[in-house]
């Protein structure tokens, strides 16, 4: 598949564990790669694009031409202590990245 072809990927978690991983990965294979970041993670990816999984501010946009939308986002129990729940890491931001998804008519979502 030549570059031009490749499909635009828009990942979410892209500062997590799996996300560093995937990001450089996808780039070298030639891939056009979105990072979407929280704000507090802004600057820690190249390329990353701000926006605010609660609200959904930012999702839709980023979201624009994007062969694919991939979901890396999950957190861990020690997070738990300070507030984080699977409820709202995970299922949470799943939720509003597949409604921005929809909504911008990525056809693939993983």
Do not use: N, W
């Not at 600057?43 to 926006?51: E, L, Q, S």
């Not at 999984?53 to 202590?81: P, W």
């Amino acid at each position: 598949m030549t570059a031009a072809l490749r499909p635009r990927l828009v990942v979410a978690g892209s500062t997590g564990a799996t996300g560093q991983v995937l990001v450089p990965l996808a780039r070298r294979l030639g891939f056009p790669v979105v990072p979407l970041v929280r704000a507090k993670s802004s600057g820690r990816v190249d390329g990353g694009v701000t926006v605010d999984f609660e609200t959904g501010a930012g999702l839709v946009e980023a979201m624009g031409g994007a062969g694919a939308v991939l979901q890396c986002i999950g957190t861990m129990r020690h997070r738990f202590s300070s507030g984080d729940t699977y409820e709202k890491s995970d299922i949470g931001t799943t939720r509003a990245l597949v409604e921005a998804a929809k909504r911008a008519g990525a056809p693939h979502f993983i």
